[in-house]
């Protein structure tokens, strides 16, 4: 069975950091896509960035790009995502998951179409 065990949410003033670990089991690591999904109160599930590290493929999407960057230890079958410059709006329920070799559907959107093994989900809260 695929797992995906995410950590590293907390509580951190505006401006601030934070870098999320996503463990992963079950799957040929290198060459699965792993991403980043966020899910604020009220809102749609968003696809933020994903990696697929055997051909050191990277997506974001226009709401972190600049800001987040994901990267992946293939030792320890772990994904990360960090985040710097945290604004308000970034305040959510971060996902990890996994489901293919692609990081995106035909429109090129990280889309939860694409994904279907998610993790727990870690809590990230911005104060202003």
């Known amino acids: 069975d695929v797992q995906l065990q995410a950590s590293g949410g907390g509580l951190v003033q505006a401006g601030g950091s934070l870098r999320l670990s996503c463990a992963v089991s079950?799957?040929?690591?290198?060459?699965?896509?792993i991403a980043w999904f966020r899910q604020a109160p009220g809102k749609e599930r968003e696809g933020i960035a994903c990696?697929?590290?055997?051909?050191?493929?990277?997506v974001y999407s226009d709401s972190v790009k600049g800001r987040f960057t994901i990267a992946s230890d293939n030792a320890k079958n772990t994904v990360y995502l960090q985040m710097n410059n945290l604004q308000p709006e970034d305040t959510a329920l971060y996902y990890c998951?996994?489901?293919?070799?692609?990081?995106?559907?035909?429109?090129?959107?990280?889309?939860?179409?694409?994904?279907?093994?998610w993790g727990q989900g870690t809590q990230v809260t911005v104060s202003s």
């Open positions: 998951a996994t489901g293919g070799n692609y990081c995106t559907d035909r429109s090129d959107i990280i889309s939860t179409s694409v994904f279907n093994s």
């Open positions: 079950g799957l040929t690591f290198g060459n699965s896509a």
């Open positions: 990696i697929v590290s055997d051909n050191d493929d990277t």
